[in-house]
């Protein structure tokens, strides 16, 4: 399938090359023409002054951060990749809830604003996770798709989507945001605003190795598996926490801000040698395309979000493999 998706979007950037209408690419039709413009925002902040790692975020700085809500409470953080669909953590829905239950908070650093507060709240049309979903077992991601679209704003974009199978490197600097804890058990304090700090990717390998120091596991039998990867530091320190679970990895790749993982597990909260577990997003990019393609089947034609998502896809195909990674960050 992967190749499949490879050979469309190859074939759509040479019919671009051959001077085809940009609008032809995706049959878009005049009222959604503007849908090709998604490549142009995602990962792209307008707001790019950055501050002390571990400390609060400011306004527009991750402006893809989400809040996901169950009964009006933050329980996770996601991030918006369209106008209307949000990436985030397999186990952080429950099935046996109404979509009714669901809200996601955009466009506020506070997971509680005040009221008069740079805000959007949306319900939820629908949340797919993955079929291959199994607690610590792998496939912890999560589409879900808003009842209605956002606008893109200064406080509002999306982020954009790795390359299928494409790695960062051991070291890279990424930034993790999130609402959660500020330790193992201490919740963030009012005002409860985003918080960031820059973490170092390890491999999948040095981490696996960590995790299986003293844990009576042998190491043939891996923990962190292939679909994951992992950041922080060997002395641990800073690292996500519980409430940040959902949230996003991202990295600053030749100024544009691509995510890389999905925050998922841990042992404790920045402990030595135990490390963020992530989902690894460029494992997934082609089941989050095919997924979101398929919920717009009935469609004549690509809807805005889809089309938007496949042209930034397209750009990523085709842009430098190689590209150094500059400064990222996290919360």
């Known amino acids: 399938m992967e190749l499949a998706i490879t ?8 019919r671009a090359l051959q001077g085809s209408p940009t609008a032809l690419l995706f049959n878009l039709t005049p009222t959604n023409v503007t849908a090709i ?6 990962g792209r902040p307008r707001e790019i002054s950055r501050i002390v790692s571990g400390q609060d975020a400011r306004p527009g700085q991750w402006p893809w951060q989400v ?11 996601g991030s918006l990749i369209t106008k209307d669909w949000v990436l985030t953590a397999a186990h952080c829905l429950n099935r046996n809830l109404p979509l009714s239950n669901y809200l996601v908070l955009l466009g506020s650093i506070s997971s509680y604003p005040q009221p008069g507060e740079a805000q959007e709240l949306h319900a939820v049309a ?9 607690e610590m077992q792998g496939g912890d991601i999560a589409l879900v798709q808003l009842a209605s679209p956002v606008t893109f704003s200064d406080l ?3 982020v954009c989507l790795p390359k299928p199978g494409d790695p960062l490197g051991h070291g890279t ?4 945001t999130g609402w959660g804890n500020i ?4 919740p963030l304090p009012p005002p409860f605003t985003l918080k960031e700090v820059a973490l170092p990717l390890i491999d999948t390998q040095t981490c696996d190795t960590y995790y299986h120091e003293n844990s009576g596991i042998p190491s043939q039998e891996p923990i962190v598996l292939e679909d994951m990867l992992c950041a922080g530091f060997e002395s641990g320190q800073k690292d996500a926490c519980g409430g940040d679970s959902g949230g996003p990895l991202v990295c600053d790749i030749d100024g544009v801000w691509i995510q890389a993982g999905i925050v998922s597990w841990g042992y404790g909260c920045g402990l030595p040698k135990k490390p963020g577990v992530y989902t690894n997003v460029s494992v997934y990019t082609t089941w989050i395309l095919n997924t ?28 430098p493999l190689g590209a150094p990674p500059l400064s990222l960050g996290l919360a």
């Open 292 to 319: 979101i393609q398929s919920s717009a089947a009935d469609d004549s034609s690509i809807s805005p979000s889809l089309a938007g998502i496949f042209f930034s896809a397209l750009l990523l195909f085709l842009g």
């Open 173 to 176: 600097m990424c930034w993790v």
């Open 156 to 158: 509002i974009l999306p």
């Open 183 to 186: 330790g193992t058990t201490l």
């Open 67 to 77: 809040s996901l809500r169950e009964h009006g409470h933050h329980v996770c953080g």
């Open 126 to 134: 629908q949340f797919i996770t993955h079929p291959s979903y199994k």
């Open 7 to 14: 050979a469309i979007l190859l074939s759509l950037h040479l």
């Open 37 to 42: 413009k998604l490549d142009s925002v995602c």
